[in-house]
């Protein structure tokens, strides 16, 4: 089962831009889809970004977030990236990312990283 850790979230001003980073390891084995979620606090967890692993996978966005969010894998590291542009308060969330598994049982969530957009 693949394991996954967050890092890069903080304090930062209106306007400003974030990397979030998600370490994988353990077995990539199953995995179709990898994702970025939030959860701001009185809110559900909302998707924000996903996209599949195979040849020819595709991306998706929420529309609060489209044009501002960037999702990337990088293999040679092992990690799935969330690249923030011009974020705004209400950006303000918990974000986790998460592995889809062909077997659900193996899904696999990070413990997230904590974004407060604030000035």
């Known amino acids: 089962q693949v394991q996954l850790v967050e890092s890069g979230g903080g304090l930062v001003q209106p306007g400003g831009s974030l990397r979030l980073s998600c370490a994988l390891s353990g077995s990539m084995f199953g995995i179709h889809a990898l994702g970025w979620y939030r959860q701001a606090p009185g809110k559900e967890r909302e998707e924000v970004a996903r996209?599949?692993?195979?040849?020819?996978?595709?991306?998706r966005y929420a529309d609060s977030v489209k044009g501002r969010f960037t999702i990337s894998r990088d293999n040679g590291k092992n990690t799935v990236n969330l690249q923030m542009f011009n974020l705004k308060p209400e950006d303000t969330a918990v974000y986790y990312c998460y592995a889809d598994n062909w077997s659900d049982a193996l899904d696999a969530w990070g413990q997230g990283t904590l974004v407060t957009v604030s000035s």
């Open positions: 996209m599949t692993t195979g040849i020819g996978g595709s991306t």
